[in-house]
C-alpha cells in the first residue's frame, strides 16, 4: 500500500475538532458495548480495517465477546443482540448507507421509541464520528501497527 499523508501528523488543528466530538462521545454516558457495536458495524460496512483493527481490539478490553464480533456482520441471523443493540445496528447502517435513503422512518421511530430522544442523538452522533473516522483512515491508507 502506497504512502499518504497522516492529517493527523499534517494538520492536527483540523483532527482537533473529531477529537473533540469523540472525547463528548466517550464522556457522554453511552453503553461501551454499544459505542463499540457502532464503531465495529460501521467499520465493516466501509472496509476500515485500521478502525476494525483498533475497535475489535477496543471491544474485547471493554468486555465484548469474540464470538459476538465474529458474527457481527451477520447480526441479523442470531439472536446474540438484544433489542436495543438491534436497533443500534439498524440505525448504524442506516446512517452509514445514507446514498440508500438514509435513516427509514421505521427505524426512527423504533429507535426513538426505544432509545428515546437523547440516547439516539448520541447513537446517531456516534455513528457520524466513525463514518469521519473510517473516511480518514481509508483515505489515507492509515497504517496498522501491531
Known amino acids: 500500500m502506497e504512502n499518504r ?64 464480533l465474529f458474527v457481527l456482520n451477520g447480526w441479523r441471523e442470531t439472536n446474540f443482540f438484544s433489542e436495543e443493540e438491534q436497533i443500534i445496528l439498524m440505525v448504524t447502517e442506516e446512517v452509514t448507507l445514507i446514498h440508500n435513503g438514509g435513516l427509514s422512518t421505521e427505524t426512527y421511530n423504533k429507535a426513538l421509541s426505544v432509545l428515546g430522544e437523547k440516547y439516539l442523538a448520541q447513537v446517531i452522533m456516534s455513528v457520524v464520528a466513525i463514518n469521519a473516522w473510517n473516511r480518514i483512515a481509508i483515505s489515507t491508507h492509515k497504517p496498522i501497527t501491531e
Do not use: W
Not at 472525547?23 to 460501521?42: F, P, S, W
Not at 483498533?54 to 465477546?65: C, F, Q, R, V
Open 5 to 68: 499523508i497522516q492529517i493527523d501528523q499534517i494538520d492536527p488543528k483540523s483532527f482537533k475538532g473529531l477529537l473533540t466530538l469523540e472525547q463528548y462521545l466517550n464522556d457522554c454516558g453511552m453503553n461501551k458495548t454499544h459505542v463499540e457495536l457502532i464503531k465495529m458495524r460501521a467499520s465493516q460496512v466501509n472496509g476500515c480495517a485500521f478502525c476494525l483493527d483498533m475497535h475489535s481490539k477496543d471491544a474485547i478490553e471493554n468486555g465484548e465477546s469474540a464470538q459476538r
